[in-house]
Nanobody, 124 residues
Framework: QVQLVESGGGLVQPGGSLRLSCAAS????????MGWYRQAPGKQRELVAV???????NYADSVKGRFTISRDNANNTVYLQMNSLKPEDTAVYYC??????????????????WGQGTQVTVSS
């Protein structure tokens, strides 16, 4: 099993900043990609940002120039730095990781895991 634990959400005023963290744990052989998704009430879950093992990044158009995704490979952790927050950024933010679990090359199995979600509220 691979578990993801998220932290860093909270209440901020418009224009403020938050930094989300997501740490993966368990028997992890490798992680191919980690990303952040969000879901607002009555809306579908949408991709916010993703970073691959090679360091390539993709962002939703709505957050480009404001959010930055980064990673700490040694600790299997991904971060989302959110600046210039807007009320429309209000949502539950979920971390996702996919890759291979297991202790060895021959025991490895693919996985895709989700975090529990962390609430981000942007309001004056």
């Amino acid at each position: 099993q691979v578990q993801l634990v998220e932290s860093g959400g909270g209440l901020v005023q418009p224009g403020g900043s938050l930094r989300l963290s997501c740490a993966a744990s368990g028997s992890i052989f490798s992680i191919n990609a980690m990303g952040w998704y969000r879901q607002a009430p009555g809306k579908q879950r949408e991709l916010v940002a993703v970073i691959t093992s090679g360091g390539s990044r993709n962002y939703a158009d709505s957050v480009k120039g404001r959010f930055t995704i980064s990673r700490d490979n040694a600790n299997n952790t991904v971060y989302l730095q959110m600046n210039s927050l807007k009320p429309e950024d209000t949502a539950v933010y979920y971390c996702n990781a996919e890759g291979y679990r297991g202790s060895t090359y021959y025991a490895r199995r693919p996985f895709s895991s989700w975090g529990q979600g962390t609430q981000v509220t942007v309001s004056s």
